[in-house]
């Protein structure tokens, strides 16, 4: 079975601070993707990686930042954290096709003060 | 640009009737359709997909949907319900002319014995 993990369920964190989401996956996959999931709103895509050391842009990709350093690890950096990044992130990954199936961790709650 | 509209955010049914979750989408390349369920404190899983051929695509525990490309819809079908199947439905929809999945905003699905 594929596995994806994040490294907190829970997180509390304040106003300004520097924050890192991790995300790994056990399956050897080339595609790994950073969602935030908000009431209403389902999920959005902040950015994916197709390749170690690549990137792109989701839909909000605005105060965040990515990185992907070895194939299994993808991180997710909010600078400077801001009470309107409170939300659910969920990382998610696939083989082959970015377009097809992806496979969720069971995401981060991230509550900033 | 595609999109994928969930127009109903909460249906509540009784414990063994039939339910049907709608699922519209607008897109002018051909296209890949997913529906995904969130179970509660849970990541997101591969509910059923589709990709090209049978426009009608069943998942293991009874759902089914169907792909209608003059109604641009993708509806989840289930002639009875269980208490288990209470969760998140989230559709979604993608194509290989971009690298992007677009998802739905949700529709919470409550079983009532």
């Known amino acids: 079975d594929v596995k994806v993990t994040q490294s907190s369920r829970y997180l509390v964190k304040r106003t300004g601070e520097k924050v890192f989401l991790e995300c790994v996956q056990d399956m050897d996959h080339e595609n790994m993707f950073w969602y935030r999931q908000d009431p209403g709103l389902g999920l959005r895509l902040i950015y994916f990686s197709y390749d170690v050391k690549m990137k792109e842009k989701g839909d909000i990709p605005e105060g965040y930042s990515v990185s992907r350093e070895k194939k299994e690890r993808f991180s997710l950096i909010l600078e400077s954290a801001s009470t309107n990044q409170t939300s659910m992130y969920l990382c998610a990954s696939s083989i082959g096709q970015v377009w097809d199936t992806q496979y969720f961790g069971p995401g981060t709650r991230l509550t900033v003060l | 640009a595609q999109s994928v509209t969930q127009l109903d955010s909460q249906v509540p049914v009784f414990e063994e009737a039939p339910v049907e979750l709608r699922c519209n989408y607008s897109s002018s390349v051909s296209v890949y359709l997913f529906w995904y369920v969130q179970y509660p404190n849970q990541g997101l899983q591969l509910l059923l997909k589709?990709?090209?051929?049978?426009?009608l695509v069943e998942s293991i525990n009874g759902f089914e949907a169907e792909f209608n490309k003059s109604q641009t819809s993708f509806h989840l079908r289930k002639p009875s319900v269980h208490i288990s199947d209470t969760a998140e439905y989230f559709c979604?929809?993608?194509?290989?002319?971009?690298?992007?999945?677009?998802f739905g905003t949700g529709t919470s699905l409550t079983v009532i014995p």
């Open positions: 589709y990709l090209s051929g049978s426009t």
């Open positions: 979604a929809v993608s194509s290989n002319t971009g690298n992007q999945f677009y």
